[in-house]
């Protein structure tokens, strides 16, 4: 175990000519996944702008049942976020151990921050009524393109938050195997490939934030 | 490794700008644009998706392959977006939609297909 460890983390593994050629491979197949996750998300995106076009109206005032200070919190939140991953990743390759542990729970921290801000989110529709099936009581004009939105408005941050959650326990991963030593300046490809994912996680968010909270704000 | 680092300056820049632009896509959503304001809102989303995929995510200094492979997915889902949305602001109602009231106000109604004259 420690042996098969060992020789990944020292040098590179036989299939390779070096390390550089390692970690050019490791960082295709992040984007390659990445890229999938566009086509995933895209899809959604796409069920989105679908019925936004038809709906266009009702899905302006349907916007408004969100708070628009929580979600504007979250995004800065979430941005904020990006930043302590770069730094993360910026110490593991100057090889700083602490600051890099640091700063993976810094960020893991702002992660559940965002979190914990969309759960209290949740929490609220469920009261004013507003969880598409049968809690939806909402009858005002347009209540089934309402229903509609709110449909979508789950299904949307549901997904990324559960994106989110896996980046959260991957950076537990990162900060236990940093505290082992399993980093050092030349090698810390798994610090940047979750940085990938991290940072992909908040681009996301980028087009949810205004096209959930900010379509009928005028 | 060959791609060179990115200095905690530029990373806190990108960072105030996209804290900025955050600001500006809060602020132009109160001002009644019509259609402008989705329009202004997803411009400024691009530009913050491409600050972030440049100096966040390393792209900057990432191989041509890795450049590629993200275009190649956001042209298919362009491609996904754009058939999708022409499909439906072409399709006649008399052929498709039963509920033809969802396109009201969309575009102008079709007036009825008439009926076709008796074969010899």
């Known amino acids: ?7 990944v983390v020292h040098g590179h593994a036989h299939q390779f000519d070096d390390a550089e050629q390692q970690y050019e491979a490791s960082s295709l197949g992040m984007w390659l996944f990445l890229a999938q996750e566009v086509l995933f998300f895209g899809a959604v995106f796409a069920t989105y702008a679908y019925y936004s076009f038809l709906h266009t109206d009702a899905f302006e005032a349907a916007s408004n049942h969100l708070s628009l200070t929580l979600g504007t919190i979250n995004t800065v939140v979430l941005i904020a976020s990006s930043l302590t991953m770069v730094f993360a990743v910026h110490q593991a390759q100057h090889g700083g151990k602490r600051a890099q542990i640091g700063w993976l729970l810094a960020t893991m921290l702002l992660g559940t921050v965002f979190l914990g801000i969309k759960a209290y989110e949740y929490t609220h529709k469920f009261h004013e009524g507003l969880v598409p099936g049968a809690l939806f009581t909402y009858s005002g004009p347009d209540a089934p393109q309402h229903q509609l939105f709110m449909c979508l408005y789950f299904v949307m941050t549901g997904l990324h938050a559960l994106h989110m959650i896996i980046g959260i326990g991957i950076l537990a991963t990162l900060c236990v195997l940093a505290q082992r030593g399993w980093f050092r300046a030349g090698y810390y490809t798994p610090v940047e490939m979750t940085g990938l994912y991290w940072h992909f996680v908040d681009l996301v968010w980028i087009f949810l934030f205004p096209l959930l909270y900010l379509i009928g704000r005028h | 490794m060959s791609q060179r680092a990115i200095s905690i300056r530029t990373y806190l820049i990108i960072f105030a700008a996209l804290m900025a632009l955050t600001a500006v896509t809060v ?8 259609r402008g304001n989705v329009v202004l809102a997803l411009i400024v989303a691009f530009t913050k998706a491409v600050l972030v995929i440049t100096y966040f995510m390393h792209l900057r200094y990432g191989t041509l392959i890795s450049r590629g492979v993200l275009v190649a997915g956001v042209l298919a889902v362009a491609l996904l977006m754009f058939l999708t949305i022409d499909d439906l602001r072409t399709r006649d109602t008399r052929t498709y939609l039963p509920f033809v009231g969802a396109l009201d106000g969309v575009r102008p109604p079709i007036a009825p297909v008439p009926p076709h004259p008796p074969l010899e």
Do not use: W
């Open chain 1, 1 to 7: 175990m420690h042996d098969a460890g060992a020789g």
């Open chain 2, 27 to 34: 602020v132009s959503a109160h001002v009644d644009l019509g």
